[in-house]
Every structure is written in C-alpha cells, then in structure tokens.
C-alpha cells in the first residue's frame, strides 16, 4: 500500500509562488508515474501535470509555463512548482502515484491518492 502525504499548500498573492510536496511510503517510488490535480469548489478534479517513471512531464493548458513538475527519486517525493499564480488556481491540491510507467491525464489511471492541500490565492 502507498500512503502520499501532500504538503506546501497556502495563502499567497496573485503572481506569487508556492511548492507543493508530495511525499511517497510505503511502495516502489521510483517505479511510479507521478501526477497532480486539483479540484475547486463545485468544479470537476482535473489533472494540472504529470512525470513519467523516465522524467517526462506533461501540463494542462492552463499551467503550462508556469508551473513545474519535479521529482526526487531518492527522496521518495514528487514537487510541483507553481509561479506566476492566479487566482483561478485556487483548489485542494491531489498528488497521485500510478503503477504504470508513463503518466496519464485521467484520474481513474492513478491508483494512489493523497489527501490534498489547499491553495489560496488572493486578488
């Protein structure tokens, strides 16, 4: 069983940044694609970046260019790096692990899930 422990999340200003942690345990880390998703109030969970086992990256529309993706093997931890943030980036943060090697764009092809943190950001 893999536990994901999210951590990073806050209150910034519009244009400012945060780095979400996701710390794995539990698995075979490096193994693993790794992906983020966030859910907003009364909207869908959608995917915001995904790393692949090899390092690949992938990012939604929305993100690209201002956030990134990392991951430490060795650490047993994933990272998302947000810049430049907006307030439409405000949502509970989900890091997932899929035991398949490349990443996916869909929820339903991560087989481990944290519990999320909150990221506000102000106007």
């Not at 698995?27 to 983020?36: E, I, K, L, P, V």
């Not at 529309?61 to 907006?86: C, H, P």
């Amino acid at each position: 069983q893999v536990q994901l422990v999210e951590s990073g999340g806050g209150l910034v200003q519009a244009e400012g940044s945060l780095r979400l942690s996701c710390a794995a345990s539990g698995g075979f880390f490096s193994s693993y694609a790794m992906g983020w998703f966030r859910q907003a109030p009364g909207k869908e969970r959608e995917f915001v970046s995904g790393i692949s086992r090899s390092g690949l990256t992938v990012y939604s529309d929305s993100v690209k260019g201002r956030f990134t993706i990392s991951r430490d093997n060795a650490k047993n931890t994933v990272y998302l790096q947000m810049s430049t943030l907006k307030s439409e980036d405000t949502a509970v943060y989900y890091c997932a692990a899929s035991m398949t090697p490349q990443f996916h764009r869909i929820a339903s092809m991560y087989d481990y899930w944290g519990q999320g943190t909150q990221v506000t950001v102000s106007s």
